[in-house]
Nanobody
Framework: QVHLIESGGGLVQAGGSLRLSCTTS????????MGWFRQAPGKEREFVAA????????YGTDSVKGRFTISRDNAKNTVYLQLNSLKPEDTAVYYC????????????WGQGTQITVSS
């Protein structure tokens, strides 16, 4: 079992920045692909970004490209999501997820952290 603990959410004004962290524990996940998803009220969960264990990253919607950056520190078992130039439409619960090497779906999920962007 892999446990994921997110931190770093909060309330920020439009144009501000936040950095989310997600630390894994339990079963080793050093070769996991780590992802960030978000879910706004009344909307479906949306893929934000992912990063492989060797550091190859992908991003979801065009709305986050150029503003959000995913990174990881394997020595610390932590993945980060830097969010810049935040907009009110970025308001959502952000979830960290992990999928084991060779697995298609994300196996493990964090509890989520709320980001609220005020206009």
């Amino acid at each position: 079992q892999v446990h994921l603990i997110e931190s770093g959410g909060g309330l920020v004004q439009a144009g501000g920045s936040l950095r989310l962290s997600c630390t894994t524990s339990g079963r080793t996940c050093s070769t996991c692909t780590m992802g960030w998803f978000r879910q706004a009220p009344g909307k479906e969960r949306e893929f934000v970004a992912a990063i492989t264990w060797i550091g190859s990253s992908t991003y979801g919607t065009d709305s986050v490209k150029g503003r959000f950056t995913i990174s990881r520190d394997n020595a610390k078992n932590t993945v980060y999501l830097q969010l810049n130039s935040l907009k009110p439409e970025d308001t959502a619960v952000y979830y960290c997820a992990a999928k084991l090497s060779g697995v298609q779906a994300y196996n493990y999920w964090g509890q989520g952290t709320q980001i609220t962007v005020s206009s």
